[in-house]
Structure formats: structure tokens, C-alpha cells
């Protein structure tokens, strides 16, 4: 198994910034029945390093890194506290804070665990 495509350190925490900003500035839409979407929780990078994941109250959002543009997003059974991607990036975990825990094949819309 090959090592994941990742940026130098001083690279990576300019994009991270640079990604948080961009969020600051255009905030998600609240996923259906949130009453705002809430503040970002986590924020983490794919396994390939492609993808910036985005845990907020509003579901989970993931933007391209070579831009920053929104690729997708997931919307989660509450407001999303933590992320998580599996060893081999196939399947993403999050956690609500309810405390329900939600997985997904990388890529599906619907989780295949709730």
C-alpha cells in the first residue's frame, strides 16, 4: 500500500488556513431542519490528500484542495463533533453530538451505517 500524497508541512498548514478562510467567508447552508450550520468542528484531509473533509453542524462538506471549490457534501443525522477516514480511506466515520455514529463508502450519498 502507498503512502498518502501529502504537501510539506509549512504547505499544508497555508492550505488549511487558507481553507478555514475561505469557510469563514462562505459558510455552508444548514442541512435541512439545522437551524444554522453551526461552527466548524474538524477539518481533515482525505488519505489521497485530494479533499479538505469539513465537519460543521450542517453535515459534512468536502472541498477540493487545488482550489477550494465544494466537491459535495454529506447530510448527517445531527451536527457533525468529528470525522474520520479508515487505513485504506474506503470508508468515512463521523461522529454527532448525540453521540450517533454514521459511515460511508468513500464517494456514496447514503451512509451504510447509523
Known amino acids: 500500500m502507498s503512502e498518502p500524497i501529502r504537501p510539506p508541512m509549512d504547505e499544508t498548514l497555508a492550505t488549511l488556513d487558507a481553507a478555514l478562510l475561505l469557510l469563514r467567508q462562505r459558510p455552508p447552508e444548514p442541512a435541512a431542519g439545522a437551524a444554522s450550520q453551526g461552527s ?8 489521497d490528500g485530494a479533499t479538505l473533509t469539513v465537519a460543521t453542524a450542517a453535515g459534512i462538506f468536502f ?11 454529506l447530510t448527517t443525522d445531527g451536527p457533525v463533533t468529528s ?14 453530538s448525540s453521540g450517533a455514529v454514521q459511515c460511508w463508502r468513500t464517494g456514496a450519498d447514503e451512509p451504510f451505517l447509523t
Open 40 to 47: 466548524l468542528s474538524q477539518a481533515i484531509w482525505s488519505p
Open 63 to 73: 472541498y477540493e484542495t487545488s482550489n477550494f471549490g465544494l466537491v459535495r457534501s
Open 83 to 96: 470525522v474520520a477516514y479508515s487505513a485504506d480511506g474506503q470508508i468515512l466515520g463521523a461522529g454527532t
